[in-house]
């Protein structure tokens, strides 16, 4: 019988079950159709064409030595422990480089085999430490697994002659340590470096007995290239490279799968414990979005989760200017049901609202919005969303009729023409950004649209990308000359068209983009781009067989964002690249749950699903199971929740797992409406910016403290699994639960399980979804229903939710925020690889090394107009706020640009941005604030009020030494 099954193909016969996804095969997989049959020490096996003799006898269950193979590394053939017999050949050939052919008989043990092996060991064991007791891979060395397995008992050759032993060891790393005197300089790390992350930061320095592993030019780890992803460590079969949480601690004893809190990739990892302490995480090779590849803030980034800054129990207080009073769970709860409603008997139902967390699992989300309608009586909810990806919503909604990107991550792998528009893969989504960089390094064509010029336009081994660097707050026009080109130049697909697109919608779009106004020539102006490059980009892009548009915050962070994510979804309609892999419009979702939180429902006009409350038959199906009326007005949005209360009719605002008093723009503004606000309720697991504002404080609990889904960038909905039990004893869906029952409005879970069997019950794209489902697929990709049951990988593939697709007609309109002689220089903002988001997380960490302070990059042309030096402190003024940072030059950025970060509270990032915003949204204009930059020597008013402001709040969070129950009782009342 033939045994074959190929996780990697995917492709399955009879006689195999399926393996652990952690197993390693050796080498990777080869996919086609052709299959070759070999016999293997008597096995007889059939795989697929080019397919490894390692990789073949690893499916047929037979082990052969390695130390340099890895199923995730192109053969290297550099060990020589995988040598084995073939019929008909001279010699002992490297099983990993030698494919197998049609009838090939191999034999992987015989004498003389294992003589060759022994001896290969001995020479590496001659320069390697005997101190494997002590050593912090005992217990888990492949160099020490593979000296057992070939049967090394003895080493002949002393330590008397030339050796590495000696070797300094590199600490430089704060995560991980390099001892060159463990290397066997097997070249796996290099590899990794290269094949895997697309870095190159490593190589082989020297040749023969003077090789070694070098980080760039022989510099240490930290000052080198190195981006500190871990493939590298994960990858070396010894304690060459090795973690120092394992150093410190010692190996685990136990893992845990589970989905990363940090970015919209939503990686898979293996939480690696001893008890209930993480030791380290290692990425899953199971996880479908990250294929065991990490970035720095998964992989080591974790340490927040027990930082000492926890919030551990609940506290309250009447007033800001008060000191904080811990108190029971019962007590917190009890007290803030009695203000919530007391508030709105006072003010009115209105009153009152909530704002869902985008670090949250789908079901802590689907209950805040739930608590909201359900409980608070409106549908005064909004997340995170409304200020970065609420323009995908309802830009994708309107054009293709459902608000999410449409393809896997893998798809890239078929792109022959990638376009990169306002977003930074290397940066914001690294796991993807490697991925990415793989296909353009097998020769994909790069065009990045993007003010500043970004990392991956600097990919090693590729041809050089098409930069169009446009003005901050043109997308509009750029994209409209695009699909200028493509209509007067005949390169739309009419065949797509006329199958799939709106006839009358289309007629209407094509009559306006083809006018001469949206030419590249006429926008060349006001893009600043010359016409000659926008026509090669839009050639590029419509001649490929396969188009993938990736866009970010670049594109929804502006005053037509709604406008630019139509205008991109029409040039995927104009040339076909929907509905298969390698092209689609695909959106990079910034957070980890971002997705998963406007799925739940949390916008105010949309229930789950993104089902409209306005829809009777929407809100008697909820209503069913709900128990309740659902209003069908839609509430406030976050900024309007602002306004309001500073007007005086919004008095009370419960904010799960979200910092708006540093995330959002116009700080001002944003600070005055919290203090106008008679109770605010946060619950987090620090005390952030916001929750200094705070009047109650509910202890929140991190992703490693929790059961759940996370649903990623593609659509897909990861399990999340609790490693260790709460700090403060409650997970997040169920203090949402308990202040709901606080408040007359009975929810009982018994489990997140439950939770999502009611999300699919009500949600249309999520019906066929449950934990059940998802243990035995790994990960799912809504829609999950009847019609798809085991998920959507790949979206219109036949038609669309809304019949046709929409071509939708995408005026530019200029920004109202233009630079002045008054505010000369145009101010974008982003994000940097080692931060995440607001920092919360990451700035507890040892992430800071890289990125200890917001910086304001200006083009050295700019700074020398202003005499600014690198590290001047810089006064950036805007027309609402003014903040001071230190100056980076950079040219980055065309020369009249200006960039910063957003991960350090202090920098007052937000307090310079406006609250101009798209006009279909409210999403903020983030990218587009005009500022003039001068050299000053003091820091702004407002941080120094903001440090006196820090000082205070965290001085009234210092716990009491006694708290009395008379004081907690008079703080009830």
């Excluded at 929907?578 to 749950?593: A, F, Y």
Aim: with cysteine; hydrophobic share 35%.
């Amino acid at each position: 019988m033939l045994n074959y099954y190929d996780p990697g193909t995917q492709s399955y016969e009879a006689g195999k079950s399926i393996l652990n996804p952690d197993f390693d095969f050796g080498t990777p997989a080869r996919v086609s159709e052709n299959l070759v049959t070999v016999s293997i020490d008597g096995r007889e096996i059939a795989v697929p064409e080019g397919t490894s003799v390692l990789r073949a006898a690893a499916l047929a269950g037979i082990n052969i030595p390695k130390l340099c193979a890895s199923d995730n590394l192109e053969p290297f053939g550099s060990c020589r422990l995988c040598a084995v017999e073939i019929e008909g050949r001279r010699g002992y050939p490297a099983s990993c480089t030698t494919p197998v052919s049609e009838g090939m008989d191999v034999t992987t043990q015989t004498g003389k085999l294992a003589k060759l092996r022994r001896n290969i060991m001995e020479l590496y064991i001659s320069d390697h430490p005997l101190d494997c007791l002590t050593c912090p891979a005992n217990g888990d060395c492949e160099l020490q697994d593979v000296a057992g397995a070939v049967g090394l008992r003895e080493v002949r050759y002393g330590f008397d002659g030339k050796n590495h032993l000696d070797a300094e060891i590199d600490d430089s790393n704060p995560y991980f340590s390099f001892d060159p005197s463990k290397c066997i300089v097997c070249s796996r790390c290099v590899r990794a470096c290269e094949e895997v992350q697309g870095t190159f930061a490593l190589t082989i320095e020297g040749r023969g007995f003077d090789s070694i592993v070098s980080a760039s030019q022989n510099e240490p780890f930290m000052d080198s290239e190195c981006v500190s992803c871990g493939a590298c460590v994960q990858a070396c079969p010894t304690s060459t490279l090795m973690e120092k949480s394992v150093i410190d601690a010692g190996q685990p004893e136990h893992s845990v799968i589970t989905t990363c809190a940090y970015c919209g990739v939503g990686c898979s990892f293996k939480a690696e414990m001893k008890g209930e302490e993480v030791v380290r995480m290692v990425p899953y090779k199971g996880g479908e979005a990250n294929h065991g590849h990490s970035c720095v803030k998964g992989r080591f980034a974790f340490g927040y989760a027990t930082h000492k800054d926890r919030i551990k129990e609940p506290m309250i207080r009447e007033s800001i200017n008060d000191p904080w009073q811990v108190v029971s769970w019962d007590e917190a709860l009890a007290f803030s049901a009695k203000k919530l409603r007391g508030i709105q008997t006072e003010f009115g139902r209105e009153s009152i609202g909530g704002i869902t967390s985008s670090r949250c699992t789908n079901e802590e989300t689907y209950l805040v919005q739930k608590l909201v309608r359900a409980a608070f009586g409106n549908n005064n909810t909004d997340t995170c969303a409304r200020v970065c990806h609420s323009p995908t919503g309802y830009g994708l909604k309107t054009t293709l009729g459902e608000s999410a990107g449409t393809q896997t991550f893998d798809s890239v792998m078929k792109a022959n023409a990638i376009v990169v528009i306002g977003a930074n893969p290397t940066d914001a989504h690294p796991v993807f950004g490697s991925l990415m960089r793989r296909r353009l390094r097998q020769g994909a064509k790069l065009v990045v649209i993007d003010p500043r010029r970004i990392d991956v336009l600097k990919t090693p081994h590729a041809d050089e990308g098409l930069h169009l660097p446009l003005r901050p707050g043109t997308n509009v026009a750029m994209v409209n000359a695009m699909a200028h080109v493509v209509i007067t130049e005949g390169l739309e697909d009419k065949e797509f068209i006329n199958s799939r697109c709106d006839t009358e919608a289309y007629n209407a779009w094509r009559t306006f983009i083809a006018e001469a106004r949206n030419s590249p020539e006429a926008m060349e102006e006001v893009t600043g781009v010359p016409a000659a490059k926008v026509r090669e980009a839009a050639r590029i892009y419509a001649e490929a067989e396969n188009g993938a548009i990736y866009y970010g915050l670049g594109v929804t962070e502006h005053s037509q964002g709604s406008t630019m994510v139509m205008g991109i979804a029409n040039l995927a309609l104009a040339t076909g690249n929907i509905g298969r892999e390698g092209g689609g419009v695909n959106p990079l979702r910034g957070q980890n749950n971002v997705q998963g939180s406007c799925d739940m429902g949390s916008f105010p006009h949309e229930l789950p699903g993104y089902q409209h409350v306005s829809d009777p038959e929407v809100r008697e199906r909820f209503k069913a199971v709900w128990g309740v009326e659902i209003d069908h007005e839609p509430g406030l949005r976050i900024p309007n929740m602002f306004d309001a209360a500073i007007a005086g009719t919004f008095k009370a605002l419960y904010v799960q797992g979200e910092d708006i008093a540093q995330s959002d723009p116009n700080t001002h503004h944003v600070e005055a409406a919290l203090k106008a606000l008679d109770c605010l309720i946060v619950q987090d697991i620090f005390l952030n910016e916001t929750a200094k504002f705070a009047h109650v404080l509910l202890p929140g609990s991190t992703f490693l403290e929790k059961n759940g889904t996370f649903t990623n960038a593609e659509r897909r909905i990861n399990r999340v699994r609790k490693v260790m039990e709460p700090i403060a004893g409650m997970e997040d869906w169920e203090v949402t639960m308990a202040l709901s029952n606080a408040l007359g409005y009975p929810m009982n879970y018994n489990h997140p399980s439950e939770i999502m069997d009611e999300i699919a019950l009500l949600t249309p794209s999520f019906t066929g979804v449950n934990y059940d489902k998802l243990e035995r697929l790994g990960s799912i990709q809504w829609p999950c229903n009847d019609e798809h049951p085991d998920g959507t990988p790949t979206m219109h593939t036949l038609d669309f939710p809304i019949g046709k697709g929409r071509f939708a007609v995408t005026e530019y309109l200029a920004t109202e925020e233009r630079a002045s002689r008054r505010f000369p220089l145009l101010l974008t903002t982003g994000r940097i690889l080692s931060q995440y988001n607001v920092g919360a997380q990451t700035r507890r960490t040892a992430n800071s090394d890289w990125h200890e302070e917001d910086l304001l990059e200006l083009h050295p042309s700019d700074a020398e107009l202003r005499g600014v030096k690198e590290g001047d402190w810089l006064g950036i003024s805007s027309r609402v706020g003014h903040t001071v940072l230190r100056a980076k030059l950079s040219t980055r950025m065309l020369p009249g640009v200006v960039f910063t970060t957003f991960h350090h509270p202090g920098s007052g990032a937000n307090v310079i941005t406006t609250d101009n915003s798209d006009w279909a949204t409210n999403c903020p204009e983030y990218k587009v604030t005009a500022v003039q930059v001068e050299k000053v020597s003091q820091p702004s008013d407002w941080q120094r009020n903001f440090v006196d402001f820090d000082k205070r709040q965290q001085d009234f969070a210092k716990p009491a030494e006694e708290h009395s129950s008379d004081a907690h009782a008079s703080a009830l009342k």
